[in-house]
């Protein structure tokens, strides 16, 4: 079993600053791709940003320069700094993992979420 433990969420005055952290934990042989995604009240969730355990990124255009994302793979945690944040930023927010598991000699690659946590941005 793989939990995605976050922390991080909370209320903001619009151009303020919070950082989020997500930590993967159980029977992880690797975690692969990590990402947050967030979800507006009656919105789709949508991707915010994803790395690669390489360390490549990538954004949606909504936060490009504004937010930053990283991850410590000795930890099995990523991060996303997150800056000028705007009343449009509030959603739930969710880690997101993509992690192999071994059972025996099988290699499994499963996809985990979450829990999410609250960002609410105030104008």
């Known amino acids: 079993q793989v939990q995605l433990v976050e922390s991080g969420g909370g209320l903001v005055q619009a151009g303020g600053s919070l950082r989020l952290s997500c930590a993967a934990s159980g029977s992880i042989f690797s975690v692969n791709a990590m990402g947050w995604y967030r979800q507006a009240p009656g919105k789709q969730r949508e991707l915010v940003a994803t790395v690669t355990s390489a360390g490549s990124t990538n954004y949606a255009d909504s936060v490009k320069g504004r937010f930053t994302i990283s991850r410590d793979n000795a930890k099995n945690t990523v991060y996303l700094q997150m800056n000028s944040l705007k009343p449009e930023d509030t959603a739930v927010y969710y880690c997101?993992?993509?992690?192999?598991?071994?059972?025996?000699?099988?290699?499994?690659?499963?996809?985990?979420w979450g829990q999410g946590t609250q960002v609410t941005v105030s104008s």
């Open positions: 997101n993992a993509v992690v192999t598991t071994m059972r025996i000699t099988l290699r499994i690659v499963g996809d985990y």
